[in-house]
């Protein structure tokens, strides 16, 4: 016993005094959170009225990230976390992967964790995938994590884990049939305690967790609704006990990894997958719009960095932050870097000491297919959306009353342009008042299209029907 406790001494502080760039033979352990459909305005360090004081404690010790960009709906941003670039690269950027279409990101494409398998990291995720199940090889068990607990598709039952017609719950490649009437979200963080115990502290850890709260359905176990038993809306109410159930989650798995002797030299990521998705209760006031849409409030996400590794704490960082950057940064924090090519750019430095972000530009989403034809970049303080920006607009707070929205004229396909800096609720369309910004974006917007890849987006495949598959959703049929 005193034996493990002089080693774990040791390797603490070993991880401890070593600077960035020099020899250190403890590579961080590496934990990845990904919350679903969590709004700006639904986590404790923005709002007052959520309880989250576990995600709240790791955000205040760590660094909040303020100006961390994800993608507008799951499956780009998935997208993004797992290959580093920007979906319409990849032919993911038209909404999500229904689980009746054969799609998926293509194989081509070499995901996250196989890369941290390469520099020596067991790797383990637990939660939600949709990135594709039409076939094993695009499965997470063939993408790079030696073990999967979770979902293939984008939402489901809580208590039934049925997703349209179908069960959609597997460990590893087995179907789990015994779960029927337990909250995912307990047995979900039982899985990851169990990881996080039998891990060998010898080798560095990669947990991704992609977690199913909050998306909907609106489902919690009731002592979590009851935190907001002053909520007047049943659905808002639950909603916020779905974030708690999430934040208490959260807690477990920290406490299994002090328990483990693990946690000294994690450094957690915690990211919303998409803003808060207004129709399901979700909220992202004062910023416009939700989910669905391109409007800061479905791309501005909530974040944060966590860990004894970073070297400035306790703050907020507003440097420009993508999806697309995590992919390098956890490269370069794992000792590797990312192949030459890919969009995103390694923000260590940014979230370790505060330095100013290498990015200055990125692609909100460029999407061709007709019925939702957009496209929408940043480039410093400016943001230009072309097209279909997306529903719901408006500035919708909790209650879901709206504020009266200052240019409820625009029609839904149109031209916004935005200096973020000086509005950043978007408040004041600048498109007929700068026509030179104007131009200058378009022809940004026009350069950045012409690497646009097809939208993998085919009709639903009758294949796929789970009765031809025992009822449960099933790779094999494409
Ligand atoms: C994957 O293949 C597609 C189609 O050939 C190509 O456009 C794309 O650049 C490839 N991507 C990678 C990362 O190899
Ligand atoms: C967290 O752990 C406690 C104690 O084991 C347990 O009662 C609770 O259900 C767990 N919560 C979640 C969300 O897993
Ligand atoms: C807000 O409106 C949506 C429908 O758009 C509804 O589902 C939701 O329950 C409402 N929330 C509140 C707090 O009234
Ligand atoms: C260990 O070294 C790597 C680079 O090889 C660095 O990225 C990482 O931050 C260092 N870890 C600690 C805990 O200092
Ligand atoms: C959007 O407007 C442009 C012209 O302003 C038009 O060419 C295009 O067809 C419209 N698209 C949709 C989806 O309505």
Same mark, same amino acid.
């Given at each position: 016993m005193l034996r493990v406790v002089?080693?774990?001494?040791?390797?603490?502080?070993?991880?401890?005094?070593?600077?960035?760039?020099?020899?250190? *033979?403890?590579?961080?352990?590496?934990?990845?959170?990904?919350?679903?459909?969590?709004?700006?305005n639904d986590v404790g360090w923005h709002n007052?009225?959520?309880?989250?004081?576990?995600?709240? %404690?790791?955000?205040?010790?760590?660094?909040?990230?303020?100006?961390?960009?994800?993608?507008?709906?799951? !499956?780009?941003?998935? !997208?993004?976390?797992?290959?580093?670039?920007?979906?319409?690269?990849?032919?993911? %950027?038209?909404?999500?992967?229904?689980?009746? %279409?054969?799609?998926?990101?293509?194989?081509?494409?070499?995901?996250?964790?196989?890369?941290?398998?390469?520099? =020596?990291y067991a790797t383990h995720m637990v939660g939600k995938w949709h990135l594709g199940m039409c076939n094993w090889k695009y499965t997470p068990t063939y993408r790079g994590f030696d073990s999967f607990y979770g979902y293939?598709?984008?939402?489901?039952?809580?208590?039934?884990?049925?997703?349209? !017609?179908?069960?959609?719950?597997?460990?590893?490649?087995?179907?789990?049939?015994?779960?029927?009437?337990?909250? =995912?979200?307990?047995?979900? *963080?039982?899985?990851?305690?169990?990881?996080?115990?039998?891990?060998?502290?010898?080798?560095?850890?990669?947990?991704?967790?992609?977690?199913?709260?909050?998306?909907?359905?609106?489902?919690?176990?009731?002592?979590?609704?009851?935190?907001?038993?002053?909520?007047?809306?049943?659905?808002?109410?639950?909603?916020?006990?779905?974030?708690?159930?999430?934040?208490?989650?959260?807690?477990?798995?920290?406490?299994?990894?002090?328990?483990a002797g693990l946690w000294d030299n994690t450094l957690v990521i915690f990211t919303t997958d998409n803003g808060g998705w207004i129709a399901a209760s979700g909220n992202n006031f004062p910023l416009r719009g939700g989910k669905t849409t391109l409007w800061e409030g479905g791309t501005r996400g909530v974040a944060f960095a966590h860990g004894k590794m970073l070297q400035k704490t306790g703050y907020t960082n507003n440097e420009m932050i993508h999806a697309v950057d995590w992919f390098p940064t956890i490269?370069?924090?794992?000792?590797? *870097?990312?192949?030459? =090519?890919?969009?995103?750019?390694?923000?260590?430095? *940014?979230?370790?000491?505060?330095?100013?972000?290498?990015?200055?530009?990125?692609v909100y989403n460029i999407d061709d297919v007709s019925t939702s034809k957009q496209g929408a970049i940043r480039v410093g303080d400016y943001k230009l959306i072309e097209g279909f920006a997306g529903t719901p607009d408006g500035w919708i707070r909790p209650d879901n009353l709206t504020d009266s929205p200052a240019d409820s004229e625009d029609p839904a396909n149109g031209t916004w342009l935005f200096n973020l800096k000086d509005d950043p609720t978007e408040h004041h369309n600048l498109a007929d008042t700068m026509p030179d910004k104007l131009k200058e974006m378009q022809a940004k917007l026009a350069e950045y299209r012409k690497s646009l890849v097809p939208a993998i987006n085919p009709p639903p495949d009758p294949k796929s029907n789970p009765q031809d598959w025992g009822g449960a959703w099933s790779p094999g049929w494409c």
């Amino acid at each position: 016993m005193l034996r493990v406790v002089l080693l774990l001494l040791t390797g603490t502080l070993a991880a401890g005094s070593a600077q960035p760039g020099s020899k250190n *033979t403890t590579k961080p352990n590496i934990l990845f959170i990904v919350a679903d459909d969590l709004g700006w305005n639904d986590v404790g360090w923005h709002n007052p009225d959520v309880k989250t004081p576990v995600l709240d %404690q790791l955000a205040q010790e760590g660094v909040i990230l303020d100006q961390s960009y994800v993608n507008y709906v799951c !499956t780009p941003s998935r !997208t993004a976390f797992m290959t580093g670039y920007f979906p319409y690269h990849v032919g993911t %950027q038209h909404l999500v992967i229904f689980p009746w %279409q054969a799609s998926a990101v293509p194989s081509n494409f070499t995901f996250l964790p196989e890369k941290l398998k390469g520099l =020596g990291y067991a790797t383990h995720m637990v939660g939600k995938w949709h990135l594709g199940m039409c076939n094993w090889k695009y499965t997470p068990t063939y993408r790079g994590f030696d073990s999967f607990y979770g979902y293939y598709n984008g939402a489901e039952d809580y208590y039934t884990h049925v997703v349209a !017609t179908g069960l959609d719950l597997r460990d590893d490649k087995e179907v789990v049939k015994t779960k029927n009437g337990q909250y =995912g979200t307990y047995f979900f *963080t039982d899985r990851v305690v169990d990881i996080v115990e039998k891990h060998p502290a010898d080798t560095p850890l990669f947990l991704y967790l992609p977690f199913q709260n909050v998306h909907q359905p609106l489902q919690v176990p009731k002592r979590f609704e009851d935190i907001y038993a002053t909520v007047q809306n049943e659905n808002r109410r639950t909603l916020l006990g779905m974030v708690s159930a999430m934040d208490e989650a959260v807690g477990n798995v920290t406490m299994a990894m002090k328990n483990a002797g693990l946690w000294d030299n994690t450094l957690v990521i915690f990211t919303t997958d998409n803003g808060g998705w207004i129709a399901a209760s979700g909220n992202n006031f004062p910023l416009r719009g939700g989910k669905t849409t391109l409007w800061e409030g479905g791309t501005r996400g909530v974040a944060f960095a966590h860990g004894k590794m970073l070297q400035k704490t306790g703050y907020t960082n507003n440097e420009m932050i993508h999806a697309v950057d995590w992919f390098p940064t956890i490269l370069a924090a794992a000792g590797g *870097t990312a192949d030459a =090519g890919i969009d995103g750019v390694s923000q260590l430095d *940014t979230i370790m000491s505060g330095k100013p972000s290498p990015r200055t530009e990125f692609v909100y989403n460029i999407d061709d297919v007709s019925t939702s034809k957009q496209g929408a970049i940043r480039v410093g303080d400016y943001k230009l959306i072309e097209g279909f920006a997306g529903t719901p607009d408006g500035w919708i707070r909790p209650d879901n009353l709206t504020d009266s929205p200052a240019d409820s004229e625009d029609p839904a396909n149109g031209t916004w342009l935005f200096n973020l800096k000086d509005d950043p609720t978007e408040h004041h369309n600048l498109a007929d008042t700068m026509p030179d910004k104007l131009k200058e974006m378009q022809a940004k917007l026009a350069e950045y299209r012409k690497s646009l890849v097809p939208a993998i987006n085919p009709p639903p495949d009758p294949k796929s029907n789970p009765q031809d598959w025992g009822g449960a959703w099933s790779p094999g049929w494409c």
